[in-house]
């Protein structure tokens, strides 16, 4: 006779719940029922991140106290516990399990009764998990200790206090990279090459010769204001520097800012020589550099944004990513692409054991048992997968917390029991964090964990919700997994932001369809580059598809003039985005209840985002009807629209900063340009270029004769080269006719010209008619200049206009004489709010207003009308 079973009557019922959670009309074929989640490890685990987070690189004093403290507490309650548990053990058996809960045998939970260290009975467990806390933070303060001493230690700190000057041999620990480029004023400051590196030999200046082992930053300044070229991959010979080279450099080292990072000091080096090479890098590195070198070579010919992204979804080579496209990447959130992570190694290691749930199964898929590999061997080759992954892509502390977490989200996709990977979770965080403290604070590794925390305790639960209602399982689960990363990680991202972007969750979910493919045909590209070049190029070419998609959707995300908020980037405001997510996803909750009220919400969230034009316009009458002329606010620079009609316009400079020139163009409607004029090279005036091209019909791009700053002026050549954009200049008594416009250049003069004091004095300017008004646009001309032009031909035409728009964003260098002979009736001022310059000048303005003009300045974009003569100016 069959024994009665023992199951509980509620495994029946959740039984039935995976059956129903499935999506299929029979149920599952392999039905499993989660125990309850197993959180004994999280918390030694966040005990030791914050242990660590606090401690390293404090005072040994505090680090030794807590150590102590910690180790002689934990071992007191394991003594204590103990010695109950021997005297309340009364001989009575073991438990079947040793972790307590319940032993799954086939699906079926049989009850077990937990007995702690020496046979204790559950109630001695708080002792024994407290214990274990206690022990942890003395390990975590200890491993805190030992690294915060490797940046003390040894004769650099020292040297950096002096800013000595030193010859070192240096370990390179890091792949070389190029800082962004910034705006500094009117100029773009000059890029430099930095990695990371240890010293491990200094000589200073009087001969003497000191060993250490002394983690710094190096960086190489080669004194050129001509950044890397990171559309075409222009290469330095410093960036070809491999992990584990030792290079001999002359330095001066300085202190290191604070903020948390593990280093002692920063070597300046200065001077444009290649690297002095004393011992090569090591074998496994040289190997991963043809890899990562071959796949460079493989994606050259790519268009540019496949050329750039594909390096960096494979092994993170970020090189040719164009700062316009990283700014994309970073308002709709998809940075993680950007950078190797723990998606990319799941997706490699799930095209070798096979799809999601088979891959302990006879009926397992994948390139193992297609290839006849047995599972155990299946195993071995995944670890030494995993390792190969690793050299290849640096085993710098993203990449390890990439493998750990990738390998996590693996086993999770393999065995399908996410609620049993909690402990698994907390397992690796307390091993990274353990092996380099410094983890503690990186918010890339906060992200991380968040991120992969999401995916294994909310993702589920809310997929589970989206298939009771009917959503398509695979629909399901990729939104669920977007929206749970998301509403974890946004607090952090607001921190380092100030922003929220509300494209996130739907850029995501589109990305998501072609990461997969990208990564796969990419790593096929890295593997046969080095040995088959053209079956590496064709792999590239098929890659480039779902990347460039990945790109596209980016740049459509960022261009949508809703696609994120400003938010306070303090903890405060973390909190308070942690609270208002609460609060949606509570009312999301109710919603799912009611189809129409989500279709209703969904269509609200749709306007807000893609701000049609005309709904815009009649709710914040932006644009005015009619405008002829914007200035746009793109903080200390100049950015001047001139409507030509019909989403036509004339754009005159491009301002310092691409996502906001391009942020007004779109809400004003405009497609197409037929003409860009940049008045000079300044990065105030022509940074921002990219913003103005990008997803627009440019005609032509008309710029001065004067090529000063040479960097800037290549930078202007370059992009107008990469969309096939002619480029033309211009010159005085050139005159131009486009829809409603017309317009005529004052100067520069033609040549014969005598050579300008600088790029402000060779700025272009325009005499603009539309629609009946007369607009004088100046550039940065500064008085010398300005007293030429009204000694030249042109100062008949400059006489009684409309419109001015002041020179030199309202500078103190002005001539009265013009002020006085052009009588505007109204002048614009293009200055950034609480600009260090002092712009607009209080005698500047005071000029103007007493020769009865009004005057305003860009807070905010301002357009100007014409109505019968009448002039009228709004505000954006």
């Excluded at 001066?252 to 948390?260: I, Y």
């Excluded at 990208?518 to 080095?530: C, D, K, P, R, Y």
Aim: charged share 20%.
């Amino acid at each position: 006779m069959r024994p009665a079973s023992s199951e509980p009557a509620s495994h029946d019922s959740g039984r039935r719940s995976v059956h129903a959670d499935s999506g299929k009309r029979l149920g599952a074929a392999h039905p499993r029922v989660e125990g309850p989640v197993d959180l004994r490890l999280v918390p030694p685990a966040l005990a030791v991140w914050v242990t660590a987070a606090l401690l390293v690189g404090a005072s040994p004093g505090w680090v030794t106290g807590v150590a102590v403290v910690s180790l002689v507490a934990g071992g007191l309650l394991l003594s204590v516990g103990r010695s109950e548990g021997r005297s309340g053990a009364g001989g009575e058996p073991a438990s079947a399990s040793a972790l307590g809960g319940s032993v799954r045998r086939r699906g079926v939970s049989a009850s077990a009764t937990w007995r702690g260290p020496g046979g204790a009975r559950p109630g001695g467990w708080p002792r024994v998990s407290a214990a274990a806390v206690l022990l942890c933070v003395s390990a975590a303060a200890t491993s805190a200790g030992l690294h915060g001493a490797d940046a003390r230690r040894g004769p650099v700190p020292a040297l950096a206090k002096r800013f000595a000057q030193v010859t070192a041999d240096v370990e390179v620990t890091s792949d070389p990279r190029f800082t962004r480029p910034r705006i500094t004023g009117d100029h773009m400051a000059p890029t430099a090459l930095l990695f990371d590196a240890r010293v491990r030999r200094i000589v200073e200046a009087d001969g003497s010769v000191l060993a250490t082992r002394t983690p710094v930053l190096v960086i190489v300044d080669t004194r050129s204001r001509r950044g890397p070229d990171r559309s075409t991959g222009e290469r330095s010979p410093w960036l070809s520097l491999l992990p584990s080279t030792r290079v001999r450099v002359a330095a001066r080292v300085v202190p290191a800012l604070s903020g948390g990072d593990d280093i002692a000091a920063v070597l300046r080096v200065r001077g444009s020589a290649p690297p002095e090479v004393v011992e090569e890098p090591s074998g496994p590195q040289r190997f991963a550099g043809r890899l990562r070198e071959g796949l460079r070579a493989a994606t050259d010919g790519l268009e540019t944004d496949a050329r750039a992204l594909l390096p960096g979804l494979v092994v993170g080579d970020t090189a040719r990513v164009t700062p316009e496209l990283d700014e994309a990447f970073k308002a709709t959130d998809l940075t993680h692409l950007l950078a190797v992570s723990g998606g990319n190694f799941t997706i490699l290691l799930a095209l070798f054991i096979g799809p999601a749930g088979l891959a302990q199964r006879v009926e397992r898929r994948g390139l193992a048992p297609r290839l006849g590999v047995p599972l155990r061997a299946t195993a071995l080759l995944g670890g030494a997968l995993t390792l190969a992954f690793v050299i290849v892509c640096r085993p710098d502390p993203s990449v390890l917390r990439a493998a750990a977490c990738g390998s996590i989200a693996l086993l999770a996709i393999a065995t399908g029991r996410r609620r049993s990977l909690i402990p698994a979770l907390a397992t690796a965080v307390l091993l990274l964090v353990l092996y380099d403290p410094w983890l503690s604070r990186s918010y890339g590794f906060l992200l991380s964990v968040l991120a992969t925390g999401a995916l294994l305790t909310v993702a589920p639960r809310w997929s589970a919700a989206l298939r009771r209602r009917r959503v398509p399982p695979r629909l399901a689960e990729a939104l669920a997994a977007a929206a749970a990363a998301q509403a974890l990680c946004a607090p952090v991202v607001a921190v380092l932001s100030a922003r929220v972007s509300l494209v996130a969750v739907p850029c995501n979910l589109l990305a998501e369809f072609a990461v997969a493919p990208a990564t796969v045909l990419g790593f096929g590209t890295l593997a046969t580059a080095s040995v088959a070049m053209p079956v590496a190029k064709v792999l590239a070419w098929s890659a480039s598809w779902p990347a460039r998609w990945i790109a596209e959707i980016a740049r459509t995300g960022a261009a949508l003039p809703g696609g994120g908020v400003d938010w306070p980037g303090s903890w405060a405001g973390a909190g308070l985005l942690a609270l208002v997510t609460v609060v949606v996803v509570l009312v999301g909750r109710r919603l799912l209840r009611h189809p129409w009220l989500i279709g209703a919400c969904l269509l609200v969230f749709l306007l807000v985002v893609v701000q049609p034009p005309p709904l815009t316009r009649v709710i914040t009458g932006w644009p005015p009807p009619g405008w002829r002329f914007v200035v746009c606010d793109v903080g200390q620079g100049d950015a001047t629209v001139l409507s030509a009609g019909d989403g036509s316009a004339v754009v005159v400079d491009a301002g310092p900063d691409p996502v906001a020139v391009d942020r007004c163009l779109t809400t004003l409607g405009v497609t197409r340009i037929p003409l860009v004029v940049l008045t000079h090279f300044h990065a105030d005036h022509v940074a921002g270029l990219p913003g103005v091209l990008d997803g627009r019909s440019v005609g032509a791009i008309e710029t001065t004769g004067f090529g000063e700053p040479p960097d800037q002026a290549e930078f202007v050549r370059r992009e107008a080269a990469a969309r096939h954009i002619p480029v033309t200049r211009a010159a005085a008594g050139e005159r131009r006719r486009t829809g409603t416009l017309d317009w005529q250049v004052l100067w520069p003069p033609p040549d014969p010209a005598p050579t300008p004091d600088g790029p402000n004095d060779a700025s272009i300017a325009l005499l603009v008619r539309t629609a009946g008004l007369r607009l004088l646009l100046l550039g940065d001309l500064e008085p010398p200049a300005q007293q030429a032009l009204l000694r030249s031909p042109a100062a008949l035409e400059v006489g009684g206009v409309d419109v001015l728009k002041v020179a030199h964003h309202g500078s103190a260098y002005q001539d009265p004489e013009l002020i006085r002979r052009v009588a505007p009736r109204l002048a614009l001022i293009s200055c950034g709010r609480d600009n260090v310059y002092g712009h607009p000048a209080p005698s500047t303005v005071q000029a103007l207003r007493a020769g009865g003009a009004v005057v305003l300045r860009t807070d905010g974009s301002l357009a100007v009308t014409s109505a019968g003569g009448a002039l009228s100016v709004a505000g954006h």
